[in-house]
């Protein structure tokens, strides 16, 4: 059996992690314009979404360009509308509602299935937890609202701390306020440009949440949902509660 690291502590993204967009208000939207597609299409079309965000990472735009630009949004919509078979005609108009409701009560505004049972799950393992996540300053009320907030330590948000992933230091704002080292930290995120990337550059484990096993490879740990998470740290991890148990 190879040995398990040590792990003192699991960091969260917020968005596609812990909360999740509002598929079933964006289906009803697009019902409205296109007469398609369905929540469940919606949420296997999103995948496609995190490749043309991906694929569009780099460099700022130009310009007073405002934190969040590192990757083009409108690629993630627009990727996932055509994917999801979504009329040219409907996607521009789709997309400008959901950029009003992301300005308003916001589009990642559900909590992720079993992200409740994971946080409680992982906090069984003795492991302290905490959010990094690149939003508008609103993360923390986000995760207060869907009820995934309570245990979290702190939650770092780049609107606020003026830095944002894939930029390693954001990372190691949490880990200097956990007063943990990178090597004993976990990252959980679902974009592999900012999450994976930043995770890696800061010294951190990753794990990638894949829902339909198609969007990582082999180079990346994944899981396909958030309730597996628990268990699989006590199969790859030494963690607090192992030790007091003496294993």
């Given amino acids: 059996m190879r040995e398990r690291p040590p792990l003192e502590a699991v960091v969260f993204d917020a968005g ?3 909360v999740r967009l509002d598929f079933e208000w964006m289906a009803d939207v697009l019902a409205e314009l296109d007469g398609a597609p369905d929540e469940e299409r919606l ?6 979404g995190r490749r043309r965000f991906d694929a569009s990472h780099g460099a700022p735009r130009a310009g ?3 934190l969040g630009t590192l990757g083009d ?3 993630y919509f627009v990727g996932m509308l055509e994917q999801a078979g979504v009329a040219a005609t409907a996607r521009e108009a789709a ?4 950029l009003v409701r992301q300005g308003g009560p916001g589009l990642w505004s559900r ?5 409740r049972d994971a946080l409680d799950g992982v906090a069984a393992l003795g ?3 905490a959010v990094v996540s690149n939003s508008d300053g609103r993360a923390e009320w986000h995760l207060e609202r869907c009820g995934v907030r309570e245990g979290l330590e702190f939650v770092v948000d780049s609107q606020i701390e003026g830095v944002e992933k894939p930029d390693p230091r954001i990372f190691r704002i949490a880990l200097e306020r956990l007063g943990v080292a990178a090597s004993r930290a976990l990252y959980v995120g679902d974009i592999r440009a900012v999450d994976e990337a930043g995770a890696r550059a800061a010294g951190m484990h990753f794990v990638l949440i894949d829902p339909y096993g198609d969007y990582g490879d082999a180079s990346v740990d994944s899981i396909a949902r958030i309730a597996l998470l628990p ?13 007091r148990r003496g294993s």
């Fill in 231 to 243: 268990a699989w740290v006590s199969e790859r991890f030494s963690v607090p509660e192992s030790s």
């Fill in 111 to 115: 909590p992720m299935e079993g992200a």
């Fill in 64 to 66: 007073d360009a405002p």
């Fill in 95 to 98: 997309y400008e509602r959901f």
């Fill in 16 to 18: 596609g992690t812990l």
């Fill in 43 to 48: 949420r296997r079309a999103e995948i496609a």
């Fill in 127 to 129: 492991l302290r937890r």
């Fill in 73 to 75: 949004i409108r690629e």
